[in-house]
């Protein structure tokens, strides 16, 4: 790989997916009864499950598609088309990722907590569509600096994510529900064009093998 264009093209994929603004108004709903305190902690626990998340997929991700007979080429296209339903409930400012409310969440101290990795790391952030797109950049490594890019831009999502989580209630304030959705709404176009990019790629790889002839 090492193409700084391409480097650019992952990290932009992977906060596009994670889209950290997009979580903003869940992180407000899922923790309403929360301290200051319970929310900056809320706020770790989320971003370091997110990092971890990510990580592993980036190790492990291919050769557990390797044990289960899944080849990248079949992979890229799932992924692909699990991308593209993504950014079409962003485009329509409906993200699905998130089926949890806050009604739905416990509200003992335990409760409290386990809102930070489910469902708020895990499938709001890290959910499927962040981790197949890491595990099909990961594949795409020929080198070691590939994979540690690979590994800095997860971290890198992570921090972000933090961040954001931190600043929730400033955020929410300043952009409002339109700013957040004007937002996901570009978000969601990105995220379609690195769909399709997915898709062609395995069909590409795909269609030879079935005796397609152009």
Same mark, same amino acid.
């Given at each position: 790989?090492?193409?700084?264009?391409?480097?650019?093209?992952?990290?932009?994929?992977?906060? $596009?997916?994670?889209?950290?603004?997009?979580?903003?108004?869940?992180?407000?709903?899922?923790?309403?009864?929360?301290?200051?305190?319970?929310?900056?902690?809320?706020?770790?626990?989320?971003?370091?499950?997110?990092?971890?998340?990510? $990580?592993?997929?980036?190790?492990?991700?291919?050769?557990?598609?390797?044990?289960?007979?899944?080849?990248?080429?079949?992979?890229?296209?799932?992924?692909?088309?699990?991308?593209?339903?993504?950014?079409?409930?962003?485009?329509?400012?409906?993200?699905?990722?998130?089926?949890? !409310?806050?009604?739905?969440?416990?509200?003992?101290?335990?409760?409290?907590?386990?809102?930070?990795? $489910?469902?708020?790391?895990?499938?709001?952030?890290?959910?499927?569509?962040?981790?197949?797109?890491?595990?099909?950049?990961?594949?795409?490594? !020929?080198?070691?600096?590939?994979?540690?890019?690979? $590994?800095?831009?997860?971290?890198?999502?992570?921090?972000?994510?933090?961040?954001?989580?931190?600043?929730?209630?400033?955020?929410?304030?300043?952009?409002?529900?339109?700013?957040?959705?004007?937002?996901?709404?570009?978000?969601?176009?990105?995220?379609?064009?690195?769909?399709?990019?997915?898709? !062609?790629?395995?069909?590409?790889?795909?269609?030879?093998?079935?005796?397609?002839?152009?």
């Amino acid at each position: 790989m090492q193409d700084w264009h391409a480097y650019a093209k992952i990290l932009t994929a992977l906060i $596009v997916i994670a889209d950290p603004v997009g979580a903003v108004p869940f992180f407000l709903s899922l923790t309403d009864r929360h301290s200051v305190e319970e929310r900056r902690h809320t706020a770790k626990v989320t971003a370091t499950t997110v990092a971890l998340v990510l $990580v592993v997929a980036v190790f492990f991700g291919k050769p557990l598609l390797e044990i289960f007979g899944i080849t990248i080429a079949s992979f890229r296209v799932a992924g692909g088309l699990l991308l593209l339903l993504m950014a079409i409930a962003m485009l329509h400012a409906h993200p699905t990722r998130a089926y949890h !409310t806050t009604e739905q969440v416990i509200q003992d101290e335990e409760g409290k907590h386990s809102v930070a990795v $489910v469902p708020l790391a895990v499938p709001l952030v890290a959910g499927p569509g962040a981790v197949s797109t890491v595990i099909l950049y990961s594949h795409q490594a !020929t080198t070691w600096f590939d994979t540690a890019f690979l $590994v800095l831009a997860s971290l890198f999502v992570a921090l972000a994510l933090w961040f954001t989580l931190r600043m929730a209630e400033p955020i929410s304030r300043v952009l409002g529900k339109t700013g957040i959705n004007l937002i996901t709404h570009l978000m969601g176009l990105v995220l379609a064009a690195v769909a399709v990019e997915f898709i !062609t790629a395995g069909l590409a790889e795909l269609l030879p093998g079935l005796g397609v002839r152009n």
